[in-house]
């Protein structure tokens, strides 16, 4: 089954400490992977992608996410997080042309 | 600004009214989607529309329906709500339907079936 999980329902960090959100996957042939973040009351905003190429992709805010295909993990990081990092974090994997997959998300909580 | 807006902002609704969510993107993406969000679950895809004058089921399409006659507006019609229908829903836009197409969301609106 085509399938992506977020294994953790909270992550709390403090600030300025490095921040990862996990994400695996499983799809048969080649994954697109994406990550969003949604702020309280608002609609999910693009933070970046995996289509094909280096492993490591940088996206918005500071963010990027490591693909690891041997491990089928997708995990977003940050070497220093922000308290306006606090949000909602949802791993998504596209593997036919209009089934977007999401996870179950991910809350990120930075304390200062 | 561009992007996309969605009507009501939230709205409560008896159970076995019929209900049309609005959905207009400035965009002129051709790619079209409307999801629910409950928690727990993320988001799931109800269904979707590659360009105007086509769409598609996603994965939880009953009690729901679609139109898109226009690249712009893609509204989502409940015919008889139900209590299970009670949630967030998003619309979003793409510029094209292909893998690599990030996806551009709606402020959502929060529906409750009664």
């Known amino acids: 089954a085509q399938s992506v999980a977020q294994p953790e329902d909270q992550v709390n960090v403090a600030e300025g400490n490095p921040l990862t959100v996990k994400c695996t996957y499983s799809?048969?042939?080649?994954?697109?992977l994406f990550w969003y973040v949604q702020y309280p009351n608002r609609g999910l905003q693009f933070l970046l992608k995996?289509?094909?190429?280096?492993?490591l992709v940088k996206g918005s805010y500071g963010f990027e996410a490591e693909f690891n295909k041997s491990q089928t993990s997708f995990h977003l990081k940050k070497p220093s997080a922000l308290v306006s990092d606090s949000a909602l974090y949802f791993c998504?994997?596209?593997?036919?042309?209009?089934?977007?997959?999401f996870g179950a998300g991910t809350r990120l909580t930075v304390k200062p | 600004i561009a992007g996309i807006t969605q009507a009501p902002t939230s709205q409560i609704l008896a159970a076995g009214r019929r209900m049309t969510l609005r959905c207009t993107q400035d965009?002129?993406?051709?790619?079209m989607y409307w999801y629910r969000q409950d928690l727990g679950l993320g988001l799931r895809l109800i269904h979707y529309?590659?360009?105007?004058?086509?769409?598609g089921k996603g994965e939880v399409p009953d009690g729901y329906s679609v139109s898109r006659a226009n690249t712009d507006d893609f509204p989502l019609t409940l015919a008889s709500a139900v209590p299970s229908q009670t949630s967030v829903y998003f619309c979003?836009?793409?510029?094209?339907?292909?893998?690599?197409?990030?996806?551009?969301f709606g402020p959502g609106t929060r529906l409750t079936v009664l």
């Open positions: 529309s590659n360009t105007a004058g086509t769409t």
């Open positions: 979003a836009s793409s510029a094209g339907a292909g893998f690599y197409n990030e996806q551009f």
């Open positions: 965009m002129r993406h051709n790619a």
């Open positions: 799809v048969s042939g080649n994954p697109y």
């Open positions: 995996y289509i094909t190429g280096d492993n």
């Open positions: 998504a994997v596209r593997f036919l042309t209009n089934d977007m997959r």
